[in-house]
């Protein structure tokens, strides 16, 4: 998931960092054939019944924002089904009044056709997911250098490190290969 801090009146003007949002929040009711696994890049509870509060701190004008959501489904008939519902809140500077938006809907398509499962996943995805996982996986290796050694910690950062390379070979894209750089340092450290 992407969002990106954008205020009309400043399109036209020289961008400036001001505060657009703070204390994002976006809440998320699931049906009763998603199970949530995991998250990256932001802060999770668990909410009432099957729903799930996600924090999203703060947001600049001109800034962009990713997570990355992971869920399971069961086996459904074909067709489009409701999965979730979003609802997204924040606090507006300067009066800091609270905004919450209108309720969103998105629907999974299930099908049977074989054929889906050879089409390519997004790029774009892809790259900000492994950028996500990237910093989850740094996260547990300074938790893990702070208790003692673990041989599974080097396993696990040049693992990562690895991806980023190879998505960075296959694409081109250069801020791929910097945090793969990054990643292989922390080995050395």
Same mark, same amino acid.
């Given at each position: 998931m992407e969002w990106k801090g954008l205020n009309q009146r400043e399109e036209l #003007?020289?961008?400036?960092? $001001?505060?657009?949002?703070?204390?994002?929040?976006?809440?998320?009711?699931?049906?009763?054939?998603?199970?949530?696994?995991?998250?990256?890049?932001?802060?999770?509870?668990?909410?009432?019944? #099957?729903?799930?509060?996600? $924090?999203l701190g703060k947001i600049h004008s001109g800034s962009r924002k990713f997570i990355c959501l992971e869920f399971k489904t069961e086996a459904m008939p074909a067709g489009i089904h409701e999965a979730l519902w979003l609802q997204w809140q924040y606090r507006q500077p300067p009066v800091e009044r609270i905004r919450e938006l209108p309720l969103q809907k998105l629907g999974l398509e299930y099908t049977h056709h074989t054929d889906v499962l050879g089409d390519g996943s997004s790029f774009h995805v892809e790259k900000h997911m492994e950028l996500l996982r990237t910093v989850k996986v740094l996260e547990e290796a300074a938790l893990l250098r702070t208790r003692n050694a673990d041989p599974s910690l080097s396993e696990k950062l040049r693992r990562q490190a690895d991806k980023l390379l190879l998505l960075a070979a296959r694409s081109g894209d250069m801020q791929l290969v910097k945090e793969a750089e990054m990643v292989y340092r922390q080995l050395e450290a």
């Open positions: #003007r020289k961008k400036s960092r $001001k505060l657009l949002a703070r204390e994002i929040e976006l809440r998320i009711w699931l049906e009763a054939h998603m199970t949530f696994t995991g998250a990256y890049g932001c802060i999770t509870e668990a909410g009432e019944g #099957r729903s799930l509060l996600l $924090k």
